[in-house]
């Protein structure tokens, strides 16, 4: 109801409401329509409020923005060639801006899921290697959007042959996890099903020694986000 009233004044503003003012108002309000999961009315929103922006100077970086989560919108419905041509149109802005933000590996990364999606595998790769760099220099290996993009990283390797490759990743993310993040995370035991599937197809066997879970646990880790 409150939505609906906003958008009946954004559609006739008061004089003096900068474009700016209405395409960020637009944007709150798709947020609330994309938690309720009505992503179709989100989306329609976000294209208004970039259209909004398009011919405003300077905007390109919170254009980017608005198609970043019209990607994830995208996604989210299984619409994956207009998620990747979204992400792919943000990735070209924030490039042109000279962007190496903690939020332009995730846009990577989330560009790369949705061409895993279109079998797109080499590409996926690419542009995982790249949020991986990025994303280890600005949040460093342990954070939980680093570790994602290892976890897509290494199946993306799988899915291209590179078994040593995605082993090795495996290997770094488990001993991460053991380390810092402590056992008692539901993408451990996957992750962990993962590498010895991996191993035993190279032939190999890992040297594991448990660690007691009550040392593991960490009563300060916030939930981990699923990547993949």
């Not at 329609?44 to 011919?55: A, G, I, N, P, V």
């Not at 280890?136 to 590179?162: F, H, I, K, W």
């Amino acid at each position: 109801s409150y939505c609906e009233n906003a958008l009946r004044i954004y559609n006739k503003p008061v004089p003096g409401t900068t474009v700016e003012e209405i395409a960020g108002g637009l944007t709150e309000i798709s947020a609330i329509y994309e938690s309720v999961d009505e992503p179709e009315e989100a989306l329609k929103l976000l294209q208004k409020s970039m259209k909004l922006l398009e011919d405003k100077p300077g905007q390109q970086s919170a254009i980017a923005g608005l198609e970043a989560r019209m990607g994830v919108m995208y996604y989210t419905v299984g619409r994956y060639e207009d998620a990747r041509n979204a992400f792919e149109s943000a990735v070209t802005k924030l490039r042109a801006a000279g962007e190496k933000s903690a939020f332009f590996g995730v846009v990577l990364n989330q560009m790369g899921l949705a061409c895993v999606q279109l079998f797109k595998i080499d590409e996926a790769g690419e542009l995982f290697e790249e949020a991986r760099g990025i994303l280890e220099q600005e949040r460093g290996p342990c954070d939980q959007d680093t570790l994602g993009v290892y976890s897509n990283l290494a199946a993306t390797y799988d899915a291209m042959g590179r078994i040593e490759d995605a082993i090795e990743i495996l290997e770094q993310v488990l001993k991460l996890r053991e380390e810092k993040l402590g056992t008692a995370n539901p993408d451990f035991e996957d992750e962990k099903k993962r590498l010895a599937e991996l191993l035993k197809e190279a032939g190999r066997s890992r040297n594991y020694k448990a660690k007691s879970l009550q040392n593991l646990i960490d009563p300060n880790a916030r939930p981990p986000k699923k990547e993949s």
